[in-house]
């Protein structure tokens, strides 16, 4: 299942980048979100290992990523999964209107027969979810003190 979702944000792409390519201000603005932190040693850079706790309906769900592309102040390309399921995301970033788009685009890749038979009824808990993960981006980013 591929899910894009997009939001206007009233700041730099440069600033938006600074939230999204530092895993410790996810907490703030992912609303399902327990936990995401580097583990991997050194800066975040392509191959860097993240570690996130995701409360979804009820359960916490541990997620192993993987950095698949940085790209300053444009693109964080990550890959992770769990037993049930795999994703793949790109957090995009242009410049638009005084502001910055930034686009959530990724896909759901279900590995059990089980969340097989699911994904096609999480469609819509999927795509609520990452609206509000872009609304939270959207407020944190507009709201943060300098």
Do not use: C
């Not at 327990?34 to 996130?52: D, K, M, T, Y």
């Not at 698949?68 to 790109?90: C, H, I, S, V, Y």
């Not at 699911?118 to 808990?125: D, V, Y």
């Amino acid at each position: 299942m591929k899910i894009i979702q997009r939001i206007h944000i009233d700041k730099s792409p440069e600033d938006v980048w600074a939230v999204v390519s530092d895993p410790s201000t996810h907490t703030a603005w992912r609303p399902a979100l327990a936990e995401f932190r580097h583990v991997s040693n050194g800066p975040l850079a392509v191959g860097s290992h993240i570690r996130e706790k995701i409360r979804w309906r009820g359960r916490t769900i541990e997620i192993d990523d993987v950095v698949t592309a940085l790209e300053p102040p444009r693109r964080l390309g990550m890959r992770g999964g769990w037993k049930a399921a795999d994703f793949e995301l790109d957090f995009l970033l242009e410049p638009r209107d005084g502001g910055t788009l930034a686009s959530f685009d990724w896909s759901f890749l279900p590995k059990t027969f089980v969340m097989r038979l699911a994904t096609p009824l999480l469609g819509r808990a999927l795509r609520g979810a990452t609206k509000d993960e872009l609304a939270g981006l959207k407020s944190y980013v507009e709201n943060k003190p300098r």
